[in-house]
C-alpha cells in the first residue's frame, strides 16, 4: 500500500460528459501529480501540484483542469470527453516541491475512465 | 537526458533470480539509476535507485558497471506476484515532474 488514495476506482461515462477523479495523497506529503496512461501507452505526465499551487505542467489538455486543496487533496476535472479520453488516471505524491532520488514518487492505483 | 534502452520482453522461473538489463550508455556523471515496477493496471512502484555503487534493499538489488553505461536489476527469488512492467530511468537527483519520465520498459512474466 502506497499511502495514495484515489477514488472512485472505476467510471463509466458519456462522450461529452464532465467527471472528477479524486487524490488524497500520502500523510506529509505535500505534491500532487497526475498522470494518464491510455492503453498500451505510457505514462504521461499532465500536472503537478506543491502545498496548493500548480507547480509543473506536462501534455494537459485545455479540457483538463485540476486543483489541491488545503487538506492537501486533489482533484483532476476531465470535461467535454472523447473517446480518446479513456484510459487509466494515476496520481503520486512526494514530500517536496521537486523528485528526488531520496524522496521518489508514490502511485496511487488509479482511477479507470471508460467513455462511451 | 540519458536515454535508456531495456529488453521488451523476459521469461523467468519461479523461485529463480530475475535478472532485469538496461543499457544507459549516454549517462552524465549527476545523473541517477532509478527502477519501478507497474503490475497490471496498478500505480507504477519505486524499487530502488543508485548512483555509481550497487545496492541492495528489501524488494531488489541494482548492479551498475563501473562504466555506469549499464545496469542490472535483480530479483533474487522471484515470485508470480512480480510478473509486472520494469521500468530503468536515468535522472538527476531532483528535478521537475516532467523530467520523471516512463518509457516502454520490460514486461517481466515470472513462469509457474
Known amino acids: 500500500d502506497s499511502g495514495v488514495t484515489q477514488t472512485p476506482k472505476h467510471l463509466i461515462t458519456a462522450t461529452g460528459q464532465r467527471v472528477t477523479l479524486r487524490c488524497s495523497p500520502r500523510s506529509g506529503d505535500l505534491s500532487v501529480y497526475w498522470y494518464q496512461q491510455s492503453l498500451d501507452q505510457g505514462l504521461q505526465f499532465l500536472i503537478q501540484?506543491?502545498?496548493?499551487?500548480?507547480?509543473a505542467k506536462g501534455n494537459i489538455l485545455e479540457r483538463f483542469s485540476a486543483q489541491q486543496f488545503p487538506d492537501l487533496h486533489s482533484e483532476l476535472n476531465l470535461s467535454s470527453l472523447e473517446l480518446g479520453d479513456s484510459a487509466l488516471y494515476f496520481c503520486?505524491?512526494?514530500?517536496?516541491?521537486?523528485?528526488?532520488?531520496?524522496?521518489?514518487?508514490?502511485f496511487g492505483n488509479g482511477t479507470r475512465l471508460t467513455v462511451t | 537526458d540519458a536515454k535508456t534502452t531495456q529488453p521488451t520482453s523476459m521469461d523467468c522461473a519461479e523461485g529463480r533470480a530475475a535478472n532485469l538489463p538496461c543499457n544507459h550508455s549516454?549517462?552524465?556523471?549527476?545523473?541517477?539509476v532509478y527502477w519501478y515496477r507497474q503490475i497490471h493496471s496498478q500505480g507504477p512502484q519505486y524499487i530502488i535507485h543508485?548512483?555509481?555503487n550497487n545496492e541492495t534493499n528489501e524488494m531488489a538489488s541494482l548492479i551498475i558497471t563501473e562504466d555506469r553505461k549499464s545496469s542490472t536489476l535483480i530479483l533474487p527469488h522471484a515470485t508470480l506476484r512480480d510478473t509486472a512492467v520494469y521500468y530503468c530511468?536515468?535522472?538527476?537527483?531532483?528535478?521537475?515532474?516532467?523530467?520523471?519520465?516512463f518509457g516502454s520498459g520490460t514486461q517481466l512474466t515470472v513462469l509457474p
Open positions: 530511468i536515468v535522472r538527476v537527483a531532483s528535478g521537475s515532474a516532467r523530467q520523471l519520465t
Open positions: 543508485g548512483l555509481k
Open positions: 501540484y506543491y502545498n496548493g499551487e500548480e507547480r
Open positions: 549516454t549517462i552524465s556523471g549527476n545523473e541517477y
Open positions: 503520486a505524491s512526494s514530500v517536496g516541491s521537486q523528485w528526488s532520488y531520496n524522496s521518489p514518487l508514490h
